[in-house]
């Protein structure tokens, strides 16, 4: 596996992350490799199966490194399971597995657990949104219950108006993550929510957006957009992920970031 060509530790007022497969194998080979050169490594754990799951002896290696490489987390709730599902045994079914994942991974002192709410329903005509709304509230406030920190658990917005999702928020304390990749290939306006939500994004995700598909390097972003995202990042102090999936994405990412940063009269 071939190692970055330099470090941006501490490059940003921002912290910079990406993600926890950047490499083709597990996550601590990735981490290994990825943590002498970024501030913090986004933790893929998409699928709920506890054999998906790190161990808890890769839990201790993982808190290892971040000690020895001031290297910080934040774990990705698996997408497989909704808390908001319509079917009541299969919601809890998710509340326990969002469990699993949060206290095996609360050593680490993750900044933010990043967790998916879809309305798929409501999208599609098939209930109201005040049932949902309704639904979904009643199924954060049992995930909440055993008292996890609210402000650092971050709800993703997906591909429905983020006004359906954010009444949630504001009156359970929750954080936002805001992916742009999400927003611009669902036609919303990226510097109008990051307007809107600012004070409450503790994590934006960034990937390049072209033809409707994102999760790509940010060479093969539209240059205006990259440039309105700088304007965004230059009061922006949470973390910035990097959420793309491979080196070479990666490398193509972080040399467009920086020249764009530098560019547009950042330092630093």
């Given at each position: 596996?071939k190692?970055l060509?330099?470090?941006?530790?501490s490059?940003?007022?921002f912290?910079l992350?990406?993600?926890?497969?950047?490499?083709?194998?597990?996550?601590?080979?990735?981490v290994?490799?990825?943590s002498?050169?970024?501030?913090e490594?986004?933790?893929?754990?998409f699928?709920s199966?506890?054999?998906s799951?790190?161990?808890?002896?890769?839990?201790?290696?993982?808190?290892?490194?971040?000690?020895?490489?001031?290297?910080t987390?934040n774990?990705?709730?698996?997408?497989?399971?909704?808390?908001?599902?319509p079917d009541?045994?299969?919601?809890?079914?998710?509340i326990?597995?969002m469990?699993q994942?949060m206290?095996l991974t609360n050593?680490?002192?993750?900044?933010?657990w990043?967790l998916?709410?879809?309305?798929?329903?409501?999208?599609?005509?098939?209930?109201?949104?005040?049932?949902?709304?309704?639904?979904?509230?009643e199924?954060?406030?049992?995930?909440?219950s055993?008292?996890?920190?609210?402000?650092?658990?971050?709800i993703?917005?997906?591909?429905q108006?983020f006004?359906?999702?954010?009444?949630?928020?504001?009156?359970?304390?929750?954080?936002?993550?805001?992916?742009?990749?999400?927003?611009?290939?669902?036609?919303?306006?990226?510097?109008?929510?990051?307007?809107q939500y600012?004070?409450?994004?503790?994590?934006?995700?960034l990937?390049g957006?072209e033809?409707?598909?994102?999760?790509l390097g940010?060479?093969r972003?539209?240059?205006?957009?990259?440039?309105?995202?700088m304007?965004?990042?230059?009061?922006?102090t949470?973390?910035?992920c990097?959420?793309?999936?491979?080196?070479d994405?990666?490398t193509a990412?972080l040399d467009?970031?920086?020249k764009?940063w530098?560019?547009?009269?950042n330092?630093?």
């Amino acid at each position: 596996m071939k190692p970055l060509s330099k470090s941006y530790k501490s490059g940003f007022p921002f912290k910079l992350a990406t993600t926890s497969f950047i490499y083709p194998d597990n996550i601590l080979p990735n981490v290994r490799m990825l943590s002498p050169f970024v501030d913090e490594i986004e933790l893929i754990l998409f699928e709920s199966r506890r054999e998906s799951l790190p161990t808890p002896q890769d839990i201790l290696e993982l808190a290892r490194i971040g000690e020895a490489e001031n290297l910080t987390y934040n774990v990705h709730l698996p997408l497989d399971i909704s808390i908001a599902d319509p079917d009541s045994g299969k919601g809890e079914t998710a509340i326990r597995a969002m469990h699993q994942v949060m206290d095996l991974t609360n050593s680490l002192n993750p900044s933010t657990w990043t967790l998916h709410l879809p309305c798929d329903e409501v999208a599609n005509g098939q209930e109201s949104l005040e049932k949902w709304q309704g639904r979904a509230k009643e199924r954060l406030e049992k995930f909440l219950s055993p008292g996890y920190p609210e402000a650092r658990i971050s709800i993703e917005n997906l591909s429905q108006p983020f006004e359906w999702t954010a009444p949630l928020i504001y009156d359970l304390g929750l954080s936002i993550c805001m992916d742009v990749g999400h927003l611009m290939t669902n036609g919303f306006d990226a510097e109008a929510f990051y307007r809107q939500y600012q004070e409450r994004i503790t994590i934006i995700h960034l990937s390049g957006v072209e033809n409707g598909k994102d999760h790509l390097g940010l060479d093969r972003m539209e240059p205006s957009r990259l440039e309105s995202l700088m304007d965004i990042l230059k009061g922006f102090t949470g973390v910035l992920c990097l959420e793309i999936f491979s080196y070479d994405d990666l490398t193509a990412s972080l040399d467009v970031l920086e020249k764009m940063w530098h560019n547009s009269g950042n330092s630093g």
